[in-house]
Nanobody, 120 residues
Framework: QVQLVESGGGLVQPGGSLRLSCAAS????????MRWYRQAPGKERELVAS????????NYADSVKGRFIISRDNTKNTQYLQMNSLKPEDTAVYYC?????????????WGQGTQVTVSS
């Protein structure tokens, strides 16, 4: 069955770094656009970063541009989010998302989320 499993979250001090991973299985990973979303307490889920299926193009939310880097390894069915210069406002649950549209049908998968807490 389809699985997206995030890892790498935790507690980090402001200015620190974390690398999130999302291991995918049960679908053709290399055919999907991959995204990272986050949701802070009391706030709506927001898109953080996205990467095209072959990894040739990336996009970032303005709030993380220049600090976060999204990448993927299609040989390992894994995507990553390198988070640098972390701020308290980056505290949230981070979710991995895979999406593909084929012949008018949308395939949309989510991970269970990993908590990132930025605090001194």
């Amino acid at each position: 069955q389809v699985q997206l499993v995030e890892s790498g979250g935790g507690l980090v001090q402001p200015g620190g770094s974390l690398r999130l991973s999302c291991a995918a299985s049960g679908f053709t990973f290399s055919s999907y656009v991959m995204r990272w979303y986050r949701q802070a307490p009391g706030k709506e889920r927001e898109l953080v970063a996205s990467i095209t299926s072959a990894g040739g193009s990336t996009n970032y939310a303005d709030s993380v541009k220049g600090r976060f880097i999204i990448s993927r390894d299609n040989t390992k069915n894994t995507q990553y989010l390198q988070m640098n210069s972390l701020k308290p406002e980056d505290t949230a649950v981070y979710y991995c998302n895979a999406e593909r549209t084929s012949y008018g049908r949308k395939y949309d998968y989510w991970g269970q989320g990993t908590q990132v807490t930025v605090s001194s």
